[in-house]
């Protein structure tokens, strides 16, 4: 695979620069147009081609969320990173239903910007772990034996902890470090989780988290 062409969306220019100016240090990574609005960025997928789109979720007139709908209608194969300031449920809810690839909070470190577009060409998804951290507080913080949003899948108070780690990025060793638990555990929980969800993998099964409500914003 040659270099991930991205176009990037804001209504900001001195945003659409910040960013530009910031993936243009990444060998990887090449900015091949940018937008002002989300309407103007349906045409140039068309026209650029791009792999990513780096899109604002709010924006004047028709809004990100409205052009991602779009854009994956349209050219399906082409991935969509949504960049906001809003945390709030309703909004990751309707990314999900739009089929975003990602949901960034525009606080992102500056290293990690790159690593994102990288991991949804992947073929990954990301959630801001800002965000699914904010539902695991909320987990973590309900008496044992109260009941949850997982009751219809059966998953066990264990399992929507592991799976809520796994949606806040974390990695095998750190769920397993984060829970006590050992690598061994953490595995044997993710493979019920998958089996219990429908999922083969952790990006399907984060959008399955946010899809069927398993995590859950305070």
């Not at 910031?22 to 103007?40: G, H, K």
Request: with cysteine; hydrophobic share 40%; charged share 25%.
């Amino acid at each position: 695979m040659g270099r991930i062409k991205v176009l990037v969306v804001d209504d900001h220019e001195i945003v659409r620069e910040g960013i530009k100016a910031l993936l243009e240090l990444e060998p990887e990574i090449r900015v091949v147009a940018e937008s002002s609005s989300a309407l103007d960025a349906v045409e140039k997928v068309a026209h650029y081609a791009p792999d990513l789109v780096l899109m604002d979720l709010k924006m004047p007139g028709l809004s990100g969320l409205e052009g991602c709908r779009l854009i994956k209608k349209s050219h399906p194969r082409v991935r969509v990173v949504l960049l906001t300031n809003y945390e709030d449920e309703e909004f990751v809810h309707e990314a999900v239903n739009v089929q975003a690839d990602g949901y960034v909070l525009k606080n992102v470190k500056k290293g990690d910007l790159a690593f994102i577009i990288k991991t949804v060409m992947e073929g990954g998804a990301y959630l801001d772990p800002m965000v699914t951290r904010k539902a695991l507080d909320h987990f973590t913080g309900h008496k044992a034996g109260e009941s949850y949003a997982a009751e219809p899948h059966k998953l066990t108070p264990r399992e929507l902890q592991v799976l809520l780690e796994v949606c806040a990025g974390a990695s095998n060793k750190e769920i397993a470090q984060n829970s006590h638990l050992s690598l061994d555990t953490v595995k044997s929980h993710l493979k019920n989780i998958y089996t219990k969800l429908g999922v083969r993998s952790r990006a399907q099964a984060m959008k399955a988290a946010i899809e069927q409500k398993l995590v859950n914003l305070p």
